[in-house]
């Protein structure tokens, strides 16, 4: 069991280990994180995503430089990238546009849904599937999931629904590391931190 202790040991920069373990605790429950690899694998996989329970909304402020390099299909050029610079809902408006169940530019579906919780769900289809799961009004209130204990419960429920358990658990016969960097392509849609969310996950395995 996830506890406010277990949670200062492993991460020092979280500013509220009691919530968040309080929060966490019967989420993994519901949603099958309760053995040592899952719940290591769980925790790694969603401190990293959301800085260590801190950081719960997805910014979205960029630089033009740092947007080619973020989105290049998009962004070939600073000057193409120049109007979203430093313009979060104009970005974000754009780049998920017509995209996981948004509509188009003209919407707004792509900042309304832009990443939130602390799995950084995003998307009109991800906010009404984990809504529905939950009992939520997401795609009305998608801001519930600034609330530890739905961002947790939403992130737990995503976990389970995307097979990451199955992945998660250790078995003799496979390659964990493959294992891992699926769970994390799954979650990021690429392999965006692999070291450091690696060493995280062992650094929490060893204190479970």
Known sequence: MITEQILRAVLPECTDPARWAAALAPAMQRFGINTRDREAAFLAQTAHESS???????????????????????????????????????????????????GNEASGDGYRYRGRGIIQ?????????????????????????????????????????????????????????????EITRRINGGTVGLKERLALFNRIEAAL
Do not use: C
Request: charged content about 25%; hydrophobic content about 40%.
């Open 52 to 102: 260590d329970f801190n950081r719960l909304e997805e910014s979205l402020f960029y630089r033009a430089a740092r947007l080619t390099k973020v989105w290049p299909r998009r962004f070939p050029t600073e000057a193409a990238a120049q109007p979203y610079a430093a313009n979060p809902a104009k970005l974000a408006n754009f780049v998920y546009a017509n995209r996981m169940g948004n």
């Open 121 to 181: 769900v995003t998307g009109r289809s991800n906010y009404t599937q984990i809504g529905q799961a939950l009992g939520l009004d997401l795609v009305g209130q998608p801001d519930l999931l600034l609330q530890p204990e739905h961002a947790a419960a939403s992130a737990a429920f995503f976990w389970e629904s995307r097979g990451l358990n199955a992945l998660a658990d250790d078995r003799t016969d496979d390659d964990d590391l493959e294992d891992f960097s």
